[in-house]
């Protein structure tokens, strides 16, 4: 129940193209979706965070969609640019708590 | 802001000798966070301090493992003896808002031998 099923792996995209990465959760008690950003060498930065109040949360190119009865969110990227490359993690917790589940990361790879 | 300040950046010790990774949270953050990150695992969250005090250490993987947080500006993990599996990226962050976004360290890359 408090595993966060994150997919795919690892996704090669062309520039200009839209990324998704889907994550799935069991534990109807999360409340914070947190999107974390990874280059190499560096550590994770928050890039986007959603709340199951809402349906939909945009920031520029990055867009959460959150499916409450299906306990799904999903990252899109929109016009993918090569300088999106890096892992992307999804992450969620509950409410009163600082601890985050993550996912264990999608590697992707925007082709110029 | 400096953001979250770890040291060392990397660090390679022999099996069985003692390694103390050491962290300072952005000012002001009343919440730290020790993760380690491995290709196997993914990241892992070992402890995590609020306004100082150890909250959950249910993530330490063992006796060896041990961390600190004397005060709000400092925090130390430390292993003891090291072991060639405690190899990983050890990760800290800190966090002001409940439920909120963390602000992660560079991290630092531990390579036991």
């Known amino acids: 129940q408090q595993q966060v099923k994150q997919s795919p792996q690892s996704l090669i995209v062309q520039k200009g193209g839209i990324s998704i990465i889907n994550c799935a959760y069991e534990n109807t008690a999360f409340d914070y979706f947190p999107w974390y950003q990874q280059f190499p060498g560096k550590g994770p930065a928050l890039l986007i965070a959603i709340r199951p109040d809402v349906s939909e949360k945009k920031e520029g190119r990055f867009t959460i969609s959150f499916n409450k009865s299906a306990k799904q969110f999903s990252l899109h990227i929109m016009d993918s640019q090569p300088g999106d490359s890096a892992t992307y993690f999804c992450?969620?917790?509950?409410?009163?708590?600082?601890?985050?589940?993550f996912g264990t990361g999608t590697r992707l790879k925007v082709l110029a | 802001d400096a953001g979250v300040i770890q040291s060392p950046r990397h660090e390679v010790t022999e099996m069985g000798q003692e390694v103390t990774l050491r962290c300072k949270p952005i000012?002001?953050?009343?919440?730290l966070f020790w993760y380690r990150q491995t290709m196997m695992r993914g990241l892992e969250l070992l402890i995590y301090f609020n306004n100082n005090v150890p909250i959950d250490d249910s993530g330490m993987p063992e006796d060896r493992f041990s961390a600190k947080m004397p005060n709000a500006s400092f925090s130390t993990l430390k292993i003891q003896p090291s072991e060639p599996r405690d190899s990983a990226v050890y990760f800290c962050a800190s966090s002001l808002i409940q439920g909120g976004g963390y602000t992660f360290g560079s991290g630092t890359r531990l390579t036991v031998v």
């Open positions: 000012s002001g953050h009343n919440s």
């Open positions: 992450a969620a917790s509950k409410g009163g708590t600082y601890k985050y589940i």
